[in-house]
């Protein structure tokens, strides 16, 4: 079964920048609405940012300003550039594709493996 996966995680310092990327594992036609979450150590995942097929954005407070979600149709990835990062930003972050509905993202069972972002103060 075709999978997102995720790469561009890593350490950085506060204040950095990553550019998280989520791919697909194999060949397929399409992808609708495309999120990506994030899940620290003892906490629940939660969502990031999320894009729908034309290019709406629904993204968390804690992030909004710094994080853009972009996607690229033609090559069925979204991306996840993250700025300013903060130590409160460490977390696996997971793609996932879904569904979007009058303006929410809704999540489905098709999740990548998850890129871990580390960033130290």
């Known amino acids: 079964q075709v999978r997102p996966v995720e790469s561009g995680g890593g350490l950085v310092q506060a204040g950095g920048s990553l550019r998280l990327s989520c791919a697909a594992s194999?060949?397929?036609?399409?992808?609708?609405?495309m999120g990506w979450y994030r899940q620290a150590p003892g906490k629940q995942r939660e969502l990031v940012a999320a894009?729908?097929?034309?290019?709406?954005?629904n993204s968390a407070d804690s992030v909004k300003g710094r994080f853009i979600i972009s996607r690229d149709n033609a090559k069925n990835m979204v991306y996840l550039q993250m700025n300013s990062l903060k130590p409160e930003d460490t977390a696996v972050y997971y793609c996932?594709?879904?569904?979007?509905?009058?303006?929410?993202?809704?999540?489905?069972?098709?999740w990548g493996q998850g890129t871990q972002v580390t960033v130290s103060s």
């Open positions: 996932n594709w879904g569904r979007w509905r009058s303006g929410t993202y809704y999540p489905s069972n098709y």
């Open positions: 194999g060949s397929i036609t399409s992808i609708g609405a």
């Open positions: 894009i729908s097929p034309g290019g709406s954005i």
